[in-house]
């Protein structure tokens, strides 16, 4: 059975920072690209940032470039988001999502599996 658990998520002031991590069980991760996404009250789910399986290479949506960095450790069957300098806008529940792809992308069909999510408020 494939469980993707994300955890990490919590209430910071706005400039802080937070780190989400992506546990994945029952598959091999190596095989696996990985995506973030966030979905705020009343909002459509979006993605946020990926990481592909085959080279790492990782994207992010215009709002969180410069502020947010994904990396992946297949060692760990983990994949880490690191949110710096997060504004109020960025509280939302984040999912993180598994596709079985070389490369990653921010629709969701891309992806096979899904976490259930954590919750991050930005807020003073």
């Known amino acids: 059975q494939v469980q993707l658990v994300e955890s990490g998520g919590g209430l910071v002031q706005p400039g802080g920072s937070l780190r989400l991590s992506c546990q994945v069980s029952g598959l091999v991760l190596d095989y696996y690209a990985v995506g973030w996404f966030r979905q705020a009250p009343g909002k459509e789910r979006e993605g946020v940032s990926c990481i592909s399986n085959s080279d790492g290479r990782t994207y992010h949506t215009d709002s969180v470039k410069g502020r947010f960095t994904v990396s992946r450790d297949n060692g760990k069957n983990t994949v880490y988001l690191q949110m710096n300098s997060l504004e109020p806008e960025d509280t939302a529940v984040y999912h993180c999502?598994?596709?079985?792809?070389?490369?990653?992308?921010?629709?969701?069909?891309?992806?096979?599996?899904w976490g259930q999510g954590t919750q991050v408020t930005v807020s003073s």
């Open positions: 999502a598994a596709g079985l792809s070389w490369t990653c992308g921010f629709e969701d069909h891309d992806y096979n599996y």
